[in-house]
Structure formats: C-alpha cells, structure tokens
C-alpha cells in the first residue's frame, strides 16, 4: 500500500509518503509561512524525490485535530480533494495521536498537548501497551489546570509531550511533583511518517463526509452564539 501522510495541524508542516510500513520519505519544517502557499509545492517535490506519480497513491492519511483552525482546512481539503480526485482512500487521525506515536519506547502515560489559548489546552491520554498506542482517555479541550489536577488522581507517570508543553510545564509540576517528565526533543514535532505508520491500520472513511476535530468553536462563532441565543433555540426547535 502507497501512502501519503499529511500534517498541517499547527505551525509545523510535515508530509511522508509510505510504501507499506516502510517511510520512503518525509518533509518536515517548522516555519512562520501559510501551508496554503506551502502544501501542494511541497507534496510535490516530495513525490518526484522519491519518483512516485500520484496515480499510484492508494491511501490518504490526514491529521484531523485539534489544532490551528486554518492549518486543518488547509490539510484536509487537500486530502479530501486528492482522495476524491484520484480514487483512493482517505484516513483521518488524531493530531494529538500522531504526537503520542512519537513516543514509543516510553513507559509513561503519554500527554500530548497543544495550546489553544487562555491557559487552555487540547490534550489526551495515551500509552503504548504491547506495541499499539492506546487512547486512554479522549481527546480533549480544557484548562491544563483542570488537566494536571484530573491526571494526578491518576496512579503512574506522565509524558508531556508538544512544542507548547513548556507553557505549562510549572502547572503539571504543581499537581504531578516528580511523576511528570517531558519528551525527548526529537518528539515533540509532528512526524508525518508516524501519522501514516498509524494510519495504515485505521479503517478509510467517507471522503465526503470526513470534516476536521476542532473539539472548540472558532472564537468568531462563539461569540455570535452568545449573542443570538434566540436564533440557537430557533434553529433547534426545526431541527427536532
């Protein structure tokens, strides 16, 4: 199976392409600079690196969320567009998984984070059991604050593993003492080639209906609900 992995979750941009469980290649940067603009030339020049023509694609791996609201439209509509297009399928992943997945010699519970603002975060729980990663808890978006005090009644270890996890380092600590530990630094990027590693063993979804896991509204699309609850109720009273 010929695999293209893509990952534009957050800040960091990252693709891989797969021939079964065997990385051919990968891209990985992190850089202040729109993937809109990035994406496809990269996708690309990756493709003629390693002298793969589109047409002999068979999946689609995708990120799907949490993270930057724009970087996941921009990484799944290119997936969905190149599953549709070409014919083949489309799988989408946790971005939160694919940072766990980093991590597979660890015998911790695995925490990966991203900041989503206001001392908020987009989390899991993760551990690798017997050579597969286990979700343990569901992703999620919350306070690190509530995160770190929900994980400490928790027996064990804990991971934190994501460029952002250094904003709440002092938090975890708090609630965790010494039963937190951050990743190596090698794994706190986004690996495009562990999301097709993961990717490979999922079930293909509906290219069509497949939509991003934001886990939180845009913050434009909250306020306007809290300011026209009255349309909320409407919309919801014809709905049922």
């Given at each position: 199976?010929?695999?293209l992995?893509?990952?534009?979750?957050?800040?960091?941009?990252?693709?891989?392409?797969?021939?079964?469980?065997?990385?051919?290649?990968?891209?990985?940067?992190t850089?202040?600079?729109?993937?809109?603009?990035?994406l496809?030339?990269?996708?690309?020049?990756?493709?003629?690196?390693v002298?793969?023509?589109?047409?002999?694609?068979?999946?689609?791996?995708?990120?799907?969320?949490p993270?930057?609201?724009t970087?996941?439209?921009?990484?799944?509509?290119?997936?969905?567009?190149?599953?549709?297009?070409?014919g083949?399928?489309l799988?989408?992943?946790?971005?939160?998984?694919?940072?766990?997945?980093?991590?597979?010699?660890?015998?911790?519970?695995?925490?990966?984070?991203?900041d989503?603002?206001?001392?908020?975060?987009?989390?899991?729980?993760?551990?690798?059991?017997?050579?597969?990663?286990?979700?343990?808890?569901?992703?999620?978006?919350?306070?690190?604050?509530?995160?770190?005090?929900?994980?400490?009644k928790?027996?064990?270890?804990?991971?934190?593993?994501?460029?952002?996890?250094?904003?709440?380092?002092?938090?975890?600590?708090?609630?965790?003492?010494?039963?937190?530990?951050?990743?190596?630094?090698?794994?706190?990027?986004?690996k495009?080639?562990?999301?097709?590693?993961?990717?490979?063993?999922?079930?293909?979804?509906?290219?069509?209906?497949?939509?991003?896991?934001?886990?939180?509204?845009?913050?434009?699309?909250?306020n306007?609900?809290?300011?026209?609850?009255?349309?909320?109720?409407e919309a919801?009273?014809?709905?049922?």
């Amino acid at each position: 199976m010929k695999v293209l992995a893509i990952d534009t979750s957050n800040q960091a941009m990252s693709i891989a392409v797969l021939d079964g469980e065997r990385i051919i290649g990968e891209m990985t940067t992190t850089i202040k600079r729109n993937h809109s603009e990035r994406l496809m030339p990269a996708i690309d020049e990756l493709m003629n690196d390693v002298q793969w023509k589109p047409s002999e694609l068979d999946r689609i791996v995708v990120a799907k969320g949490p993270g930057s609201y724009t970087g996941l439209r921009i990484g799944v509509t290119i997936a969905k567009t190149l599953a549709w297009t070409l014919g083949v399928e489309l799988v989408g992943i946790s971005s939160l998984k694919t940072l766990a997945g980093n991590c597979e010699s660890s015998t911790h519970y695995l925490v990966p984070l991203f900041d989503a603002r206001r001392k908020n975060i987009y989390t899991g729980l993760y551990q690798w059991q017997n050579g597969k990663l286990v979700q343990i808890e569901p992703d999620t978006h919350i306070s690190a604050e509530l995160w770190a005090e929900h994980l400490s009644k928790r027996e064990g270890t804990f991971e934190l593993i994501g460029e952002d996890r250094s904003l709440y380092t002092d938090t975890f600590e708090q609630h965790l003492t010494n039963r937190v530990f951050e990743a190596p630094l090698k794994d706190h990027l986004p690996k495009a080639g562990v999301l097709g590693l993961l990717g490979i063993k999922e079930e293909p979804v509906d290219a069509h209906m497949f939509t991003p896991d934001y886990l939180k509204l845009a913050e434009a699309e909250e306020n306007w609900r809290k300011e026209h609850p009255d349309q909320l109720e409407e919309a919801y009273v014809e709905k049922i």
